[in-house]
């Protein structure tokens, strides 16, 4: 977390940013996904005093024993990001075919148990890929039903769940999706479980055709937001997370000014958390730094104009 300090109408002032800061490792540093420098990433992440939240797919008890020692002596809170398990591994809890939704529900619960046993209070992932819409009910009525059973599992254990929007139409195509429908989804959950909540990214905003104003009637479900950028290439839009200023990225310092407006504005309590990848020939910590840039300059601009 960080502060500005700042000259406003005659009068100076130092304005604490008002969110916990997060980042999601596994794609600051895409080695982490494949057990590699998962030590290194870590102490880069946790001794910046910047950060106080690192996002991580669950790790092995191996290599949980190795950064576990630093989580404790930092104090950074970790979360769990099971995102790679329906999009790399093709856990699909929204799965039309009952067997397949089981094994994803079943894969699920094993991350609750790793983090009700580590410590960690937050588990996210996201739907299964849209199946057309001619199935799209179906598949949203099934997802539904595996998120009340991950769900209550996880109450519990204490432990919070979150479904992450993506795109439906360009790059991950996903059933989950545009954030009227995600309301509704957690309409459902929430009739039966208050330890769920809806994540929305703004890398994934152009993909939808969203802006944070659209995100109004999901204010009460708003979990857990990602500022980062969609990929603009010759084949359409990508979900490729490039860092910001990167060629092709689209958001920058505006558009997470008016996202951090739109966040003061409905008194949002959760984290605002990275989601940037370096590129091809890029170190990864240059992302983070510029990702850093962009958030206090936004903040700064916010400050201003308010």
């Known amino acids: 977390m960080f502060s500005v300090y700042l000259e406003k109408n005659g009068i100076e002032g130092v304005y604490k940013f008002p969110w916990k800061?997060?980042?999601?490792?596994?794609?600051?540093?895409?080695?982490?996904?494949?057990?590699?420098?998962v030590?290194?990433?870590?102490?880069?992440?946790?001794?910046?005093p910047f950060f106080d939240v690192i996002e991580i797919h669950p790790l092995s008890d191996e290599l949980w024993e190795v950064v576990d020692p630093i989580v404790k002596k930092t104090g950074v809170e970790v979360a769990y990001g099971a995102q790679p398990l329906v999009l790399m591994e093709k856990k699909n809890?929204?799965?039309?075919?009952?067997?397949?939704?089981?094994?994803?529900?079943?894969?699920?619960?094993?991350?609750?148990?790793?983090?009700?046993?580590?410590?960690?209070k937050k588990v996210a992932f996201c739907s299964g890929p849209d199946p057309g819409l001619d199935k799209r009910k179906q598949a949203t009525e099934a997802l539904i039903a595996s998120l009340k059973e991950i769900t209550e599992y996880a109450k519990e254990k204490g432990i919070y769940i979150i479904l992450?929007?993506?795109?439906?139409?360009?790059?991950k195509k996903q059933l989950i999706g545009p954030i009227s429908e995600a309301v509704e989804v957690a309409k459902a959950v929430r009739e039966e479980y208050d330890n769920f909540?809806?994540?929305?990214?703004?890398?994934?905003?152009?993909?939808?055709?969203?802006?944070?104003q659209d995100l109004y009637i999901a204010k009460d479900y708003?979990?857990?937001?990602?500022?980062?950028c969609t990929k603009k290439t010759a084949e359409g839009l990508k979900d490729w997370h490039p860092g910001f200023y990167r060629p092709g990225a689209i958001n920058g310092i505006e558009e997470v000014k008016d996202f951090i407006a739109f966040l003061a504005d409905i008194g949002y309590k959760g984290a605002v958390g990275f989601e940037v990848k370096p590129e091809e020939g890029q170190y990864?910590?240059?992302?983070?730094?510029?990702?850093?840039?962009?958030?206090y300059t936004a903040y700064v601009k916010y400050l201003l104009e308010r």
Do not use: C, Y
Request: hydrophobic fraction near 45%.
């Open 21 to 37: 800061i997060s980042i999601v490792a596994f794609m600051a540093n895409p080695a982490t996904l494949k057990g590699a420098e």
């Open 39 to 48: 030590k290194e990433t870590f102490e880069f992440i946790s001794n910046d």
């Open 93 to 120: 809890p929204s799965s039309l075919n009952e067997n397949e939704r089981k094994e994803a529900v079943e894969a699920i619960k094993r991350v609750v148990d790793l983090a009700a046993k580590r410590g960690v």
């Open 164 to 171: 992450e929007t993506f795109d439906r139409n360009w790059d």
């Open 197 to 212: 909540g809806l994540m929305w990214d703004l890398s994934h905003g152009p993909m939808l055709g969203e802006k944070p």
């Open 222 to 228: 708003l979990a857990h937001v990602h500022i980062g």
């Open 284 to 295: 990864w910590p240059e992302v983070v730094q510029a990702a850093k840039g962009v958030l």
